[in-house]
């Protein structure tokens, strides 16, 4: 395809990030509206739009890359779909905020609705090969937003950015152990005890910056089926490009990819011990964040996510 690529950006919600509004910070907006900021300096693109769940599309496109499975199709132009929810098996304890019928997993719904599409994008190597071909598109940061930005505001010994989605044993292992040390949570409130004293209601999104660059220790925990299908979250990139310290749950490539940027706790016990350590260390901190903000500024912003989709969308379309 030699023509310029006309982008379409389908997503379950649109400006989700206003703290005013009922209902949670859609990360899918985040990666689309960086995906659509870096698309548009590609010469290679003509135009990116952003559209709602449904409706109609006016503007030509080439393709529309849907951030949810069930989204309404455009039948006149290509429909891609960028795999990058997790959906809870059935022996999932909280299933999250799915009806019954999607607690079948992350690759039990690609199977279900795989011939609504006509390309795929997934956010690791290991999810593309349980499901079929496309295009290995990891999630990244926006070095132009997630910068060091140390504030006084957010000066936390312990914080954690999300939503009670994890369940009471996440929740147990890996959370719960940090309250001791001033756990602050920010996200909604609707977390359960003893939790739900530590959230601080959702955060603006001009702040996160500010947090992650200013709290002595940022916490990470996964989704189960992140972790199965070793998708590194959103969290972790933004988190090291503001120059930040995270102790994170383990998924498999985290530590191939970052090394010893960032710490790996099996949570309890450990994640206490380390707490007490690295908070006693601010050197050692110090070392690691700034390692680590040198990794992601290197190979894992949206501008070098999109060349990796331009590349596939002019091969295939």
């Not at 719904?109 to 609504?116: A, H, T």
Request: aromatic share 12%; hydrophobic share 35%.
């Amino acid at each position: 395809m030699n023509q310029k690529l006309r982008i379409g950006l389908r997503l379950r919600g649109i400006d989700t990030f206003d703290v005013s509004k009922p209902g949670n910070v859609q990360g899918d907006e985040q990666v689309a509206r960086g995906w659509q900021k870096y698309l548009l300096r590609c010469d290679d693109v003509e135009s990116v739009y952003l559209y709602p769940s449904s409706g109609l599309i006016t503007e030509r496109l080439d393709v529309l890359i849907h951030f949810y499975p069930y989204l309404e199709l455009d039948e006149k132009v290509k429909n891609f779909l960028y795999l990058q929810n997790a959906f809870p098996n059935a022996s999932n304890p909280t299933k999250w905020l799915y009806p019954p019928e999607l607690h079948i997993g992350t690759v039990g719904v690609f199977n279900q609705i795989k011939s609504r599409f006509d390309g795929y994008l997934f956010t690791s190597k290991k999810l593309m090969e349980a499901c079929t071909l496309g295009a290995v598109i990891p999630f990244a940061t926006d070095p132009e937003l997630f910068f060091p930005q140390p504030s006084n505001d957010y000066q936390h010994p312990v914080s954690f950015v999300g939503n009670d989605i994890r369940g009471p044993l996440v929740n147990q292992r890996y959370f719960v152990p940090a309250l001791p040390f001033g756990l602050a949570i920010y996200g909604n409130k609707a977390w359960s005890e003893p939790l739900q004293k530590a959230c601080l209601g959702k955060l603006p999104m001009p702040d996160l910056p500010k947090l992650y660059s200013s709290s002595l220790i940022n916490l990470n925990a996964h989704i189960e089926e992140h972790i199965e299908l070793d998708t590194i979250n959103l969290r972790i990139y933004d988190i090291l490009a503001c120059g930040g310290f995270i102790l994170s749950d383990h998924v498999d490539s985290l530590q191939v990819i970052f090394g010893d940027s960032l710490v790996c706790t099996t949570g309890n016990e450990d994640e206490w011990a380390k707490i007490v350590r690295y908070l006693a260390d601010g050197e050692e901190r110090q070392k690691r964040s700034q390692e680590g903000r040198k990794l992601v500024l290197s190979d894992h912003t949206y501008a070098s996510r999109v060349k990796t989709l331009i590349s596939y969308l002019k091969e295939v379309l």
